[in-house]
């Protein structure tokens, strides 16, 4: 796949909160190396990187700013020049600039990546995919947690993963793996 020059990277939620309770068990053991992959090709080509923190407004929240869980994860704080997006909603475009960064930049296809594929990844891709973006998930740079059913049992996060990877592919994205984005830049 090739990346024309109109196109940014988007990391989500890429923060150390994540690690620890209460948050459940995640599955992707190669989910900070593949996303310091995409970051470190991206650069490499000189291509926009806009980063996307979650600020909680929950009391107690371990993503609250101030929260050590809201710091970036080791090797995912935005470098000089590559500016930062707060949100504290889902979709990385409600009550945010980031629509209007990218139209600023001429950026008409965004490839996204981070924590959770569910939730606030999932999310950032169908909004920004209404909003007329191209989208592009790379789904092994993205993470998620296993999830309680209503019937007292558990849903392992891979499967969350594969469900929500698998809904974003037939209408909203274009889903690609982390070597994908390397080879293409």
């Known amino acids: 796949m090739k990346f024309s020059d109109r196109t940014a990277l988007i990391p989500i939620d890429m923060q150390q909160a994540f690690d620890d309770a209460p948050w459940p068990r995640r599955w992707n053991d190669k989910v900070d190396e593949n996303g310091r992959a995409l970051l470190a090709a991206w650069r490499k080509a000189g291509r926009p990187i806009i ?38 909603v889902n979709a990385a475009f409600i009550g945010t600039d980031l629509d209007l960064r990218l139209r600023r930049a001429g950026i008409d ?62 209408e909203f994205a274009t889903v690609i793996t982390t070597s994908d984005l390397v080879e293409g830049l």
């Open 51 to 88: 980063h996307v923190r979650h600020d909680s407004v929950e009391d107690g929240s371990t993503l609250r700013p101030g929260a050590a869980g809201n710091a970036f994860r080791p090797g995912f704080e935005p470098q000089s020049g590559e500016p930062l997006v707060t949100k504290s």
């Open 109 to 170: 296809t965004i490839v996204v990546f981070g924590i959770s594929t569910d939730m606030c990844v999932s999310t950032t891709v169908r909004v920004g995919s209404n909003m007329g973006y191209k989208v592009i998930l790379v789904e092994d740079a993205c993470d998620c947690f296993d999830l309680a059913d209503s019937r007292g049992g558990t849903i392992a996060a891979i499967d969350i993963h594969r469900a929500h990877v698998a809904t974003l592919r037939a």
